[in-house]
């Protein structure tokens, strides 16, 4: 298919979205991430049963957490989609680009850079 | 085990706004089952804070470590080397770890992480419920294993009131009249029988209503 998707996202494999941990994407924006999406299979289609469903928890949780912490809860956000669904993903991953594009950079980022200086 | 629940982040950044050096202290026991502060919770808490700091523009370092427990000597004293560098701590141990941390490290200002709720169990991932209030005098034998200390809302000892309906309290959110359940046990255990005895006046004195309570083993005790 050698379908093209922006070249800022970086991929992070787990070997089913029920790996996430809240944590896992708290460190990515403490890191300096701009955004983090998880990408799980259909709702319905885990292999593990609710490794997705769990999943999806953790980032409403996640979203939660980044609100009160001033980064904002919109930087998260999860897909489902299953693993014939090349195209899909690839609209994703362009879609996910425009939308933290036009949120900025991740706030702390700058501030982090200022401290350090 | 002990069920805490998390404090919400706003009232902890409220306590340790002002220190440059924080440790959040994790505790490896009951609130690491019930989710609420075991490493997992420590790390969630010490990340989200760190963000908002530097959200905030200040330079607050916090750093993280989960003991065994918080409530013996022993894994307390691990932190001894360490604490002296830090102007607070934020303990989510359960009250009873944050009081003998603050009562052993006397200098360092250390503040709850969790909400101490009560002794109980987990029904289901995500679900606790309370089943001892922890009165000093196991009535349990009597009552087919059912506490009416904790689980009826008026502790009746000697049947339910006339609030019980369908086998639920009349204190509504769902919860089962105790003595609804102690007497589906005993009649399931062949021993409805108990159930006619009168119970005799409980000693409350040994319950928290005698003031701060203490157990002395002198044969264990070194």
Known sequence: ?117 | MIVADRKPIEEIIEYIKDANKVLIVGCNECVTVCEAGGKKEVGVLASALRMYFMNQGKDIKIDEVTLERQCDHEYLEEIRNIIDQYQAVVSLACGVGVQFMSEKYFQTPVFPGVNTCFMGVTEERGVWSERCQGCGQCILATTGGICPVSRCAKRLFNGPCGGSSKGMCEIGGEVPCAWQIIIDRLTALGRLDDYEKLAPIKDWSKERAGGPRKVVREDVRQ
Do not use: W
């Open chain 1, 1 to 117: 298919m050698r379908l093209r998707y922006p070249d800022t996202i970086r991929i992070v494999r787990v070997p089913c979205t029920g790996k996430v941990d809240i944590v896992h994407i708290l460190r990515s924006f403490e890191k300096g991430a701009d955004g983090v999406y998880v990408v799980g299979c259909m709702e319905g289609d885990c292999r593990y049963n609710r490794g997705n469903l769990r999943a999806r928890k953790r980032v409403a949780e996640a979203r939660r957490i980044l609100d009160l912490v001033g980064i904002g809860g919109e930087r998260v956000q999860m897909f489902n989609l299953s693993s014939a669904e090349g195209p899909r993903f690839a609209q994703i991953a362009l879609e996910m680009t425009e939308k933290i594009r036009a949120l900025g950079p991740n706030p702390i980022k700058e501030k982090k850079n200022k401290m350090a200086a």
